[in-house]
């Protein structure tokens, strides 16, 4: 089992940027996919960004495609989500994920996913 923790969301104004983290309780790489997915109110939770278990390839949604960038640091058992030119149907809870299926790639459908955070709010501002 994996704990995740977020943080790092918060209100900015169309344009910003924001970092998300994601803590995890023990080492993942090599052992899980990890990914962000995000829900915003009366809409389906949705896939954002992912890295491989195998570290080597990283996947993204076309809609954050060239704004986010998704990272991780083994040795601080971390992942993260830099967002860039933020717009406001960015705005949504977004959480953590981490999934033990697959090596090379990464699953899109959220029921796939083994663990979850608790979500941090990110809410863009026009």
């Known amino acids: 089992q994996v704990q995740l923790v977020e943080s790092g969301g918060g209100l900015v104004q169309t344009g910003g940027s924001l970092r998300l983290s994601c803590a995890a309780s023990r080492r993942t790489s090599g052992s899980y996919a990890m990914g962000w997915f995000r829900q915003a109110p009366g809409k389906e939770r949705e896939f954002v960004a992912g890295?491989?278990?195998?570290?080597?390839?990283?996947y993204y949604a076309d809609s954050v495609k060239g704004r986010f960038t998704i990272s991780s640091d083994n040795a601080k058992n971390t992942v993260y989500l830099q967002m860039n030119s933020l717009k406001p149907e960015d705005t949504a809870v977004y959480y953590c994920?981490?999934?033990?299926?697959?090596?090379?790639?990464?699953?899109?459908?959220?029921?796939?996913?083994?663990?979850w955070g608790q979500g941090t709010q990110v809410t863009v501002s026009s």
């Open positions: 890295i491989s278990r195998s570290g080597t390839n990283a």
């Open positions: 994920a981490a999934a033990e299926s697959g090596y090379f790639t990464v699953i899109v459908t959220p029921q796939r996913w083994n663990y």
